[in-house]
């Protein structure tokens, strides 16, 4: 009965479980649902709640409609926030994803004795502060007294501003801090890619001819697709949620022009106290994350592991 | 049986005593960004005097930690008995929340209390303030004046006097440069100190102009308003400021090159001071600040006078309505701004009394008690340096980013100040 029940899969086998026996297996649900109600399902309804409204001057709040919403698109800096996140997204992730590849490859396949060397320090700036981080980097960057110009005056090179304190420039300064940061954690998702490639097709590629370039372009990248979707799943979140790097190297500035969607909330909510163009900034990231997730997942497969079940 | 009896009255007699113990012990709590020494001096300070009451202090970094805490605790209701404040844009988030002083202040140091306080810090205190509120909620614990150090030990070697003219100030910028020292620091990625060296320029065309300006009685793109933002953007130009200035940060970056001796000046406050009683080891000019001086921006324009001192509170406390209920929390902050714990936060110098009558005692040298005295003496004719809307704070600090990168003119910058200060009256 067992054994027929199974065969007849997931489905029939619920079917036939006792009423009482369903209720206990809702049970075991029932407290990651609520963490999830009170943690996370709660503040999303209630932010979106907040966003509808308006506080005044005498701090009465009333309700707005899509007062906020209106206001927030109309303002310069939100388009200089998509500008921005557009430019960190399609910069970052690909850079990444390249550089972290290679690193990954050349450590798996061309060092023995020195891999966990290698692997660590790679690893390093992930695992350090941010804080740490944007002191050390803010330091490099400084003009005439900068460590980035200690080095480069030996060739005769001046640096006549920070890249931080121009405007045209900050967002780019802060892309290339933030793929330093992040180059490592890339490494590993493909390290770990890597080490589960199965050794028989690699053994069947090679007596097939395949060698070097060829072996890696035609055979391990597209093997390591799962992690490549995963690194792009999560560059497209992260890039989203990029807020302690930007606050605390330029803070949005100069001007406002590396201001990302992190700083511009944070500013709204906390520094200005507009609470509701803060939460309806909020509501846009949500929607815009879960929609780049969804297009994701529906054209790229769900597929994030090279284990995983194939589900679109 | 009788043995198991006599154990457990014990025990319960035991148990009732201590917690009545623990009942009559009244606990504070407080939070702020008040460096965590000073004030663990002055809550020891206050347990001294008072040692049924314990003080829970908790220490946050300003930005973004404490004012996002604030935040959440507000929403929750969970707000400590008695939060650190900046007067204006900071006390008027939080007014729903906070208890007005009036009557406990009357109480505990006379009707003629608020007289005790500075002129620009009573002004401050109900910055922001709906119409016909009279109401304070806030608390000065400690006022602070604007000015430029210099390090006098560095003048000394390079034979530069403190600047009394632009001219001089240009001389002495171009001296510290040619010697391999920062001529003067400015950490312009904060908004703050661009704020303050404006304040400073704008007061030397024409006192209190800022503030007439942010009250809507004069326009932002007033001649001598547009004047200060040329003179702004001319310290950048005329090499006053250091190359690339736009992407430093006065803290920690500004202020430890200063304080080894790196830097010639910085636009800072009488905080500085403050340096001096950090634990050691200090360099030879922090150590009882004997490396350093201070002077008032000079006339930047032939005409003007020097800068006359900028400043205000530098941090006060809110009794949150929590605290309300809670007799202790008064107490304490009463003690924190105008008592005892005050003169521990004096004596670690750690900025200007905001309330009259107060000065620093201890091991202090005649060099800082005479800084600090020229500091007393300025702090009463001091212009206000506090700005009541955030948005017309930011909207000053992109303003003045944009002209000293040279990408917005400065009729132009100061036009978006104007637009975002009529919005913040409309809305009030």
Known sequence: ?312 | MRKMLFLATTILTAALAAGSAWADEKEVTVWSWFIQSTMDKSIAAFEKAHPDIKVKYTYYNYSPEYITALKAAAASGSLPDVIGLQPGSLTQQYRDNLEAVNERAEKEWGADWAQKIFPVNRKQMQMGNPAGDKNYYIVPQESQVLCIWYNRKIFEKLNIAAPKTYDELKAAAKALTDGGYIPMFQGAADGWQNENVFLMLANQFSPGIVDKAQAGETPWTAPELVEAMKAWKGLFDDGIFQQGALGAHAYPTGAQLFAQGKVGMMALGSWWMQESKFPPPLSEYVQNMEGFDFFYMPPVKQGNPASPPVGGIDIGYGLTKNGGKNPAAWTFLAELTNGAGLQEALNDLNDLPAFEGHSPKGDITDHVKEMSARFMTDLPKAENQRFASPAVAEALDNALAAVAAGSTEPEAALATVQAATEKALAAQ
């Open chain 1, 1 to 312: 009965m067992r054994a027929e029940a199974v065969r007849a899969g997931p489905a029939t086998a619920i079917e036939r479980r006792p009423a009482s026996r369903t209720s206990t297996l809702y049970l075991f649900a029932l407290p990651a649902t609520l963490l999830f109600v009170v943690f996370v399902a709660y503040p999303i309804l209630w932010v979106a709640g907040q966003s509808l409204y308006i506080r005044s001057g005498s701090g009465v709040s009333s309700f707005a409609g899509l007062a906020n919403y209106v206001t927030v698109l109309g303002d310069p800096t939100f388009w200089i926030v998509v500008r921005n996140m557009l430019l960190w997204g399609v910069i970052t992730i690909p850079v990444q994803m390249l550089i972290g590849g290679l690193l990954a490859y050349f450590i798996e396949r061309h060092t023995h004795a020195l891999r966990g060397f290698f692997r660590t320090m790679f690893f390093l700036p992930v695992v350090t502060s941010v804080s740490v981080i944007s002191l050390v980097w803010v330091q490099i960057y400084a003009p005439y007294y900068g460590i980035a110009q200690e080095y480069l005056k030996h060739v005769g090179f001046v640096m006549m501003t920070s890249p931080i304190g121009d405007p045209k420039m900050a967002i780019y300064a802060l892309i290339l801090v933030n793929i330093w940061q992040w180059t490592g954690f890339s490494m590993l998702m493909y390290i770990a890619g890597i080490a589960n490639l199965p050794s028989e097709v690699l053994d069947a590629a090679r007596v097939d001819g395949a060698r070097g370039w060829r072996l890696a372009v035609y055979v391990i990248v597209p093997m390591l697709a799962p992690a490549t979707k995963s690194l792009l799943l999560l560059g497209v979140i992260g890039t989203l949620q990029t807020f302690p790097i930007v606050h605390l190297m330029t803070g949005g500035g100069p001007n406002r022009a590396s201001e990302v969607f992190g700083t511009f909330i944070f500013k709204q909510s906390f520094v200005l106290g507009d609470t509701g163009s803060g939460a309806a900034l909020s509501v846009i990231v949500l929607v815009v994350a879960l929609v780049l997730s969804l297009l994701q997942i529906v054209t790229l497969g769900a597929r994030l592991t090279p284990a995983g079940k194939e589900r679109a």
